[in-house]
């Protein structure tokens, strides 16, 4: 059991725009803006997309965004394209002892 | 372009200790305030933060392994390290090391190695 909670799968046509939520707590998601999003290609290491809830790394794509409502964040991907078909894990401080949480990952299918 | 490089063997036997070490290339971790952290994935599963230790060997272990998890830093070859003993089939996992940004305003994974399978088999 995830500390977050992800949806399994999300899909959508391209060129749509799909959103991503995960919800966590007060002593996560909703306590901090410490939320960060990562991209996992099959057998590829997690790539970093989104951090402290809407910044994105330089070279990422601004068809990704982040935001935040209470305990749930979110990640929404515009136009979507075939290259966005991956792995979504969403991540969290948090202040209940094991400083870092993830959710379960969302698969994302590009239809 | 700093990079992160896992290495370690590719199996180790039940009960015994798994030792990977993560070597820093292109970026010196010494005098600076990020940490240095693992996090691995069983195959087909979701991600989970083990611990990070920062170049003053500040550790911080996630609670459910902290019994058996131990992380080491070594300047001198821009090396950091992770020991798990009693280990378990449980234990099989793809192992990343990864640099941690935190600290009072932030908290993401910016860099990650290529990841490294380890097998816990007899």
């Known amino acids: 059991q995830s500390a977050l909670t992800q949806p399994a799968s999300v899909s959508g046509s391209p060129g749509q725009s799909i959103t991503i939520s995960c919800t966590g707590t007060?002593?996560?998601?909703?306590?901090?803006?410490?939320v960060s999003w990562y991209q996992q290609q099959p057998d590829k290491a997690p790539k970093l997309i989104i951090y402290d809830v809407k910044n994105r790394p330089l070279g990422v794509s601004n068809r990704f965004s982040g935001s935040k409502s209470g305990n749930t964040a979110s990640l929404t991907i515009s136009g979507l394209q075939a290259e966005d078909q991956a792995e979504y894990y969403c991540s969290s401080y948090t202040s209940s002892g094991t400083l870092v949480v993830f959710g379960g990952g969302t698969k994302v299918t590009v239809l | 372009q700093l990079q992160l490089q896992e290495s370690g063997p590719g199996r180790v036997r039940p009960s015994e200790t798994l030792s990977l070490t993560c070597t820093v290339s292109s970026y010196s971790i010494s005098g600076t305030s990020y940490y240095w952290g693992w996090i691995r994935q069983p195959p087909g599963q979701g991600l989970e933060w083990m611990g990070g230790?920062?170049?003053?060997?500040?550790?911080r272990y996630n609670p459910s392994l902290k019994s058996r998890l131990t992380m080491s830093v070594d300047t001198s070859k821009n090396q950091f390290s992770l020991n798990l003993k009693s280990v378990t089939a449980t234990d099989t996992a793809i192992y990343y090391c990864a640099r941690h940004v935190a600290g009072g305003s932030s908290s993401f994974f910016d860099h990650w190695g290529q990841g490294i399978l380890v097998t816990v088999s007899s």
């Open positions: 007060s002593s996560d998601v909703g306590g901090y803006n410490y």
């Open positions: 230790i920062s170049y003053t060997e500040d550790t």
